[in-house]
């Protein structure tokens, strides 16, 4: 039986990566990278000195079943994102289904994602939460904001910063304007920033103050005052 490890990766800060992490990246047989070259820098910056081979949204289906074989021959295969934990908004869900149901074995590293920092830090309950990962561009998003009124667990979205304004302007028209909110930017990151309030205020915030990098929204859930 081969393994499949999913291995969380920094978000910012390469001190984020766990001993483990590094110890699974340089014993597996074979590393899958969303980009290599991006994981290219990250492992030269540990010394790990493995093979790597290209696994992302837009090859997934054609490899997973090579991948598969692979560990179905007793090999180990780690699979890494860009940034954070695969399967998070990021590939990993497909392979580790087709793992599973072939019998391998797949273990997922506790390690590195955005969105628990941008949670614990917001100052809303964390108690019970609900990720909702980046709402549809374009097709099917009015209704899925239609269908979070009522969410009364704190909400958390991942968004670009050139959409930011965008999505606070309609959750303000959909949920209120003095629903609380927590913008957290460039997590882990020299910039890290996290800016908090409501609606009205964060956007007034990034309407003077455009947002740049990488953005997770925290958004209170519905009380018996908003």
Do not use: W
């Not at 800060?13 to 597996?28: G, H």
């Not at 070259?37 to 997973?64: A, P, V």
């Not at 209704?143 to 050139?162: C, G, K, V």
């Amino acid at each position: 039986m081969g393994t499949l490890y999913l291995v969380p990766t920094p978000v910012g800060n390469m001190e984020d990566m766990t001993l483990r992490a590094v110890r699974i990246l340089k014993e597996a047989d074979l590393v899958l990278a969303e980009d290599t070259r991006t994981s290219g820098i990250l492992l030269k910056h540990f010394d790990i000195k493995n093979h790597l081979q290209s696994h992302h949204k837009f090859n997934e289906h054609g490899t997973s079943a090579t991948i598969v074989e692979r560990l179905k021959a007793g090999l180990t295969v780690a699979l890494i994102s860009d940034a954070g934990t695969p399967g998070i908004s990021d590939p990993g869900f497909l392979l580790a289904r087709e793992a599973i149901a072939a019998g391998q074995q797949v273990v997922a590293l506790p390690g590195a994602t955005a969105l628990i920092p941008a949670l614990v830090s917001s100052g809303l309950p964390s108690d019970r939460f609900c990720f909702e990962g980046f709402l549809p561009q374009k097709k099917g998003r009015q209704t899925r904001l239609e269908s979070l009124r009522d969410e009364e667990r704190t909400m958390i979205f991942y968004e670009s910063p050139y959409r930011l304004l965008k999505t606070l302007t309609q959750f303000a028209e959909v949920m209120g304007q003095e629903r609380l909110v927590s913008v957290c930017r460039e997590i882990s990151k020299i910039h890290e920033e996290s800016v908090r309030g409501t609606l009205a205020e964060v956007i007034a915030h990034f309407t003077s103050t455009p947002p740049k990098g990488e953005i997770v929204i925290v958004l209170q859930g519905k009380t018996k005052n908003n």
